[in-house]
DNA sequence: TTGAAAGCGCTAACAA
DNA sequence: TTGTTAGCGCTTTCAA
């Protein structure tokens, strides 16, 4: 790679001293017309673009965001990436996006890096295996010199940290309660392991409807995948005797609804007739599918804007006010198809 | 946000030299045991982190790559990224995201600030936008200072940049091959506007197969969609008049491919037996909607991580070779339910 | 074994 | 109007 022109350069060529360049290049009108003219000459027929590692380091400012996601195959993560990236532009920043690979080690490294000049703020959604190990160091660390930090859908559960969530328990409500509705009575849910708090409170959720229709749990219709395992054998789990077949499935994302909706194509159960689903997800395949599916929106998009909004406010503010935020980002039923 | 410890900081504490700090945190042997574990135990203490800015200043060198995809919710892009990613970090590598947005002025101003310290070498998908205002001196600068640069999937034609790229005439042309075995004679494609080479070089493979089967190209089953516009509209197009209904389509994307369906199902057509789908993609959708979609499939993970390899040769081995290298991930087609 | 000093490329206060 | 200089926080060579 060929050595970068710095002003250094530009300077000794022109004969001039490096100030003079810099303040030329700001159009500083300490510079006369004609000297300005001679280096901007120079500096467009050199193609002249300064080393922003240098001048952040100076400004101690980026003007860019980070963003750190578990994955990007999730279609949520996509749309909070686009609400965030549409309201930074509007503040004038750039964002940069990174990911976790749900991965603690590769988080605490990124997130170290990011924050360590290169960003002014960070955007985060937490790893699974940060949630599992329950080791936030590396946030805390960010939170004790005051970083902005504002975490979104995942968090680190047990500190104050400024966040936007969606209301989990409220989702799960309200697809189970609409499923009852529909005369669904062996429900069943399909969900994460515990730690996973938002597959967690979307089971909350779907207990709490089943308690105040007088519907009793049956721990048989609860499945918490275990993604290291074959998803498709662990749903059909609950297709094991015909006898105990459920009579609707509350999947607590997109993945496992879509196939959810493949397994019962698979017996030839009829959607909505024999068998009703509602998943939660704020993607292109529930519209996309055959029969679409009836979904907890999740509103991603607005959830990315709230959470730059926030992360604004801290970078802003400074440490004014010490106030941890929480975001409610509220959910809401699209009946389609497949109820 | 609170101030920063540095190296400063913790010398004077500590009543040492700054380069002695330096010097214990890399375990350097020219510092006693006794003064590192001095150093050492203040520094956990107060959670010390050096700025990534400065040490990347000094060292010119950031171990992090830097990719540009005009936006993420193309499954396809993110395919890519998990490629790249993969292999970045075999190589030691991080890599930070940034979105163009489709927009000339988004991407030449994210890749100078990129190209300018934050990143040892650059992947891109070039922006609709700068494809159509042929404006390539961003890229075109980075190039005559030697700055790895590599290209995945969509590049600015006409320059000798290193690129890894589907064989898209092939892929279009394997698609219509298949729907004309499958006895289709009158195929209509949904395609970009010729400005777009991967819609355009697709439609040339449609051309070369209809012209092998001896079947006259028909203009008006050829629908080059403007996205300015409602995209369903253009469709229904096809579909105005029964007499001249086409008999099989080709879209060259996912989401044209699934509106094509969805068009078919409003006008109660049976998909396959009255009309047969193909699609262009390395999406979920495909797969999860029913009738399935046939597609040829564009293997982004492989052209990830392609493109990192290219990229890490080029970071290596300086600039020992200036041959332009082209890397043409093969497709190939996948039948499901749609033909 | 430790420290001083130059320098990475830039900005900005201050001098000339 | 232009130039000098002191840093931003770090690494690394050379002296002590």
Redesign the pocket.
């Known amino acids: 790679m060929a050595?970068?022109i710095?002003?250094?350069h530009i300077a000794t060529h022109l004969?001039?001293?490096?100030?003079?360049v810099?303040?030329a290049?700001?159009d500083s009108?300490?510079?006369?017309?004609?000297?300005?003219k001679r280096i901007l000459a120079y500096v467009e027929e050199v193609h002249?673009t300064?080393?922003r590692?240098?001048?952040n380091?100076?400004?101690?400012r980026t003007m860019t965001i980070g963003v750190i996601v578990p994955e990007l195959v999730h279609h949520f993560f996509t749309k909070v990436i686009s609400g965030v990236e549409n309201r930074a532009s509007q503040y004038g920043y750039h964002i940069v996006i990174s990911l976790s690979k749900d991965n603690w080690e590769t988080e605490r490294q990124i997130t170290e890096m990011l924050s360590n000049g290169y960003i002014d703020g960070l955007l985060v959604s937490l790893a699974k295996e940060t949630a599992e190990k329950a080791d936030f160091r590396h946030f805390t660390n960010l939170m004790s010199r005051k970083f902005p930090l504002v975490f979104f859908d995942r968090f680190p559960p047990g500190i104050p940290v400024d966040k936007v969530i969606i209301d989990d328990v409220e989702g799960g409500y309200q697809a189970t309660r609409h499923l009852i509705a529909k005369d669904a009575r062996r429900i069943a849910i399909l969900t994460t392991p515990k730690h996973i708090s938002v597959g967690f409170d979307r089971e909350r959720g779907y207990r709490k409807a089943l308690a105040e229709a007088g519907i009793s749990i049956d721990e048989s219709l609860i499945i918490r995948i275990d993604e290291r395992q074959s998803i498709p054998a662990q749903i059909a789990r609950l297709f094991s005797q015909k006898a105990y077949y459920p009579d609707a499935v509350f999947a607590v994302n997109e993945q496992y609804a879509s196939l959810a909706l493949k397994q019962a194509k698979l017996l030839d159960l009829r959607v909505p007739e024999d068998l009703k689903l509602v998943g939660f997800t704020d993607g292109v395949i529930s519209k996309a599918m055959s029969p679409s599916l009836t979904t907890i929106a999740q509103h991603g998009f607005e959830m990315g804007e709230r959470a730059m909004e926030i992360l604004m406010d801290r970078i802003e503010n400074k440490d004014m006010f010490d106030k941890q935020i929480i975001s409610i980002i509220p959910t809401n039923l699209i009946e389609r198809e497949s109820t």
Chains 1, 2 share one sequence.
Request: hydrophobic share 35%; proline share 3%.
């Open positions: 050595k970068k710095t002003l250094r004969g001039v001293a490096i100030s003079t810099s303040k290049l700001k009108d300490e510079i006369s017309a004609e000297t300005k002249y300064p080393n590692l240098a001048v380091l100076q400004k101690q």
